[in-house]
């Protein structure tokens, strides 16, 4: 066979397995080839990581429930009569007030704080935040022990309480109190009312889908009259 014979022969090219995706359609221009492919990856990845995205487990680990010394124990009358003398109500608002507490099942054996056992009462931001401490402080510890865990070991906390918002918050009080780590994520809610302790563990989980392996500490508080009469607290991780 001689050169010129050679180069009037066709070009073959090595035959290769077809891949139909990646074939490119002689009816199709190149652009729209190129944007399906284009498409069809982004599509793969989006599904990837919507995979990896999936909610982990969050698990309660223990909790604890504040309760106040008997010297702070105080009857229906006692408080009613304590009531009147306030002088802050006429005489339709205290029987209204007499009925919230027969029918919110208040007791003759209800926790009351330092501040409505003075006749007449003297309710004051300093006695908030005194009360405020004394529970978390002591519900705090004793979660922390009944968990086995150290105030270091938490990454994450969450305070909620309905209506008192002092300024450092309670979130901060807690954290310099037990000295928690300086990187702790921490969170103060209030002025929500009682649905911000079911918003306290939403937000508590949704750290928890951010924050790997972490523990988070949610301190749900409940305040009127400028006190805190129960407090409940709640380990995750």
């Known amino acids: 066979m001689d050169c010129h014979s050679l180069t009037r022969a066709p070009l073959h090219l090595?035959?290769?397995p077809s891949f139909p995706s990646l074939r490119f359609s002689p009816s199709?221009?190149?652009?729209?080839?190129?944007?399906?492919?284009?498409?069809?990856?982004?599509?793969?990845l989006a599904v990837?990581?919507?995979?990896?995205?999936?909610?982990r487990p969050v698990y309660l680990v223990d909790f604890n429930v504040f309760r106040a010394p008997d010297r702070m124990k105080m009857s229906r009358e006692a408080f009613m009569g304590r009531s009147r003398k306030a002088g802050a109500f006429d005489a339709k608002a205290l029987v209204f007030q007499d009925?919230?507490?027969?029918?919110?099942g208040l007791g003759d054996h209800t926790y009351l704080p330092d501040a409505m056992h003075a006749s007449p009462p003297v309710p004051s931001m300093a006695l908030a935040r005194e009360e405020a401490e004394i529970v978390m402080f002591t519900a705090v510890r004793d979660a922390l022990a009944a968990a086995n865990l150290r105030a270091t070991d938490v990454d994450c906390v969450v305070v909620n309480c309905s209506l008192f918002n002092p300024t450092p918050?309670?979130?901060?009080?807690?954290v310099n109190h037990f000295k928690m780590r300086s990187d702790v994520v921490s969170y103060s809610l209030s002025g929500m009312g009682c649905s911000a302790g079911v918003i306290s563990i939403a937000l508590a989980r949704e750290l928890l889908q951010t924050y790997k392996n972490s523990t988070c500490l949610v301190v749900s508080?409940?305040?009127?009259?400028?006190?805190l009469p129960l407090s409940g607290f709640f380990f995750f991780f």
């Open 14 to 16: 090595l035959d290769l």
């Open 169 to 174: 918050s309670l979130a901060a009080m807690l």
């Open 48 to 55: 990837a990581f919507s995979l990896r995205r999936k909610a």
């Open 221 to 227: 508080t409940v305040r009127s009259f400028f006190f």
């Open 28 to 44: 199709l221009p190149l652009q729209l080839e190129l944007a399906t492919a284009l498409a069809a990856v982004l599509l793969l």
């Open 99 to 104: 009925k919230m507490v027969m029918k919110g």
